[in-house]
Nanobody, 126 residues
Framework: QVQLLESGGGSVQAGRPLRLSCAAS????????MAWFRQVPGREREGVAG????????TYADSVKGRFTISTDATKTTVYLQMDHLTPEDTGMYYC???????????????????WGQGTQVTVSA
């Protein structure tokens, strides 16, 4: 059974960093894409960053390029999202997701992903 558990969220001031973690269990294929998404009430879930653990291929939304970094640990079962230079616009619930297939078309498209964590809240104050 696949489970994703996010952690590391919290409240920070603008400009400060934060690192999110996503511990995956039941995912036995490191070639399966994983990604971070975020959502605020009243808006659609937005793709933030994605990674293929076995190749370390990464992709980012334009809004976070140069500020956020997605990575995995040596076992490729934990995915991190290092967030630097945070702004209030980064506030939201952050979710980790995994696609149980090597084939993917829209890396930051929520509909591509099969399993989701419960989310961790990030709040950035001005």
């Amino acid at each position: 059974q696949v489970q994703l558990l996010e952690s590391g969220g919290g409240s920070v001031q603008a400009g400060r960093p934060l690192r999110l973690s996503c511990a995956a269990s039941g995912v036995t294929e490191p070639a399966y894409p994983m990604a971070w998404f975020r959502q605020v009430p009243g808006r659609e879930r937005e793709g933030v960053a994605g990674i293929v653990p076995v190749t370390a291929y990464t992709t980012y939304a334009d809004s976070v390029k140069g500020r956020f970094t997605i990575s995995t640990d040596a076992t490729k079962t934990t995915v991190y999202l290092q967030m630097d230079h945070l702004t209030p616009e980064d506030t939201g619930m952050y979710y980790c997701a995994v696609k149980m297939s090597r084939r993917i078309v829209g890396f930051l498209r929520p509909s591509e992903y099969d399993y989701w964590g419960q989310g961790t809240q990030v709040t950035v104050s001005a």
